[in-house]
Nanobody, 121 residues
Framework: QVQLVESGGGSVQSGGSLKISCAAS?????MGWFRQAPGKEREGVAA???????TYAVSVKGRFTISRDVTKNILYLQMNSLKPEDTAMYYC??????????????????WGQGTQVTVSS
């Protein structure tokens, strides 16, 4: 069993930056960040597999960077040039089996409680 705890969310103005973190207990293969806005489905934002390969949603590519500190077992998401449409609850997720870097919700087995990111115009 892997437990995930997100932190670092908050409110920021459009064009600003924010870095969120996810502390993991236990080993997992790939990890990813997902987000869910009110009334919308959860969507993949960025993922990193156990080999370090990353994948990004088109909407965040070039603005967000996912990274993983394997020694501390922490996942990060650096978010730059934030837009109001980035406003959502952001969730960290982890896999208990190996796949290539993936943004599919169904490929992940463990989920955190989420951290809110709000971007004002």
């Amino acid at each position: 069993q892997v437990q995930l705890v997100e932190s670092g969310g908050g409110s920021v103005q459009s064009g600003g930056s924010l870095k969120i973190s996810c502390a993991a207990s236990g080993y997992s293969y790939g990890m990813g960040w997902f987000r869910q806005a009110p009334g919308k489905e959860r969507e993949g934002v960025a993922a990193i597999d156990s080999g370090g390969t990353t994948t990004y949603a088109v909407s965040v590519k070039g603005r967000f960077t996912i990274s993983r500190d394997v020694t501390k077992n922490i996942l990060y998401l650096q978010m730059n040039s934030l837009k109001p449409e980035d406003t959502a609850m952001y969730y960290c997720a982890a896999q208990r089996r190996w796949t290539l870097s993936t943004l599919f919700v169904s490929d992940y087995d463990y989920w955190g409680q989420g951290t809110q990111v709000t971007v004002s115009s």
